[in-house]
């Protein structure tokens, strides 16, 4: 998968892609991620990327940059490109957008490219939503000041899902969200840590009771903590 990304802020991106499982992933083959600086894309001598709102109100970004950000990315005209090209798709970072979840992020692993719009939240032309972006994409109900790390996020949360980015013995299959539930407690050395004891059926070594025992706390915890994930 080959993930590109338009920001004014390149940098920003930098400590968190070269780190960890993505680091990993991209040493591996298994992801490719491009950063673009937006004012590249930017005509005139002054690289400006933004304007003042026509009516009134404050900056918004203007969509040439974005639109010759795309087409230069993907080697064609955007009028000429189906609005959903099978596997590719362009995504915008934005408030308005569809919330990210466990289940939407999974839909994303069967693209060969995702462009990844991260605009300041200051606003961005219309016709970047209504005519660039294949879908919005919002990481929760707040104002982030830009798309910036949403499309971190999106980035972290996507690429440890491509297979063979994260280990067997890591796996992702019996982790929170996964059947509506949140994980199972953990426990590790040592057995007594300061009088707090890890619960019995950890220790007994048997396979079955310890796979019965954490799908009933996972369930409990979920009724605790996010009952909302159980309706
Ligand atoms: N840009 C500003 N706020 C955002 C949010 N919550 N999600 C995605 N992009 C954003």
Redesign the pocket.
Known sequence: MTIDVVTIFPRMFFPVLDESIIKRAKAKGLVKINVHDLRKFSQGKHKKVDAPAYGSGGMVFRPEPFFTAVEEILGEPVRSRPKSQALRRVI????Q?RR?DQKSVKKFLKYEQLILL????EGVDERVHKYLADE????????????????M?FIDCLTRLIPGVVSDSESVKNESFENNLLDFPHYTRPENFRGLKVPEVLLSGNHKKIKEWRLKQAVEITKKKRPDLLK
Request: net charge negative; hydrophobic share 45%; charged share 15%.
């Open positions: 915008l970072f934005s408030p957008g990210l991260a605009p300041r939240y919005e994409i919002s990481i929760g109900d707040y104002v982030l000041s830009g798309g910036e790390l949403a499309a996020v």
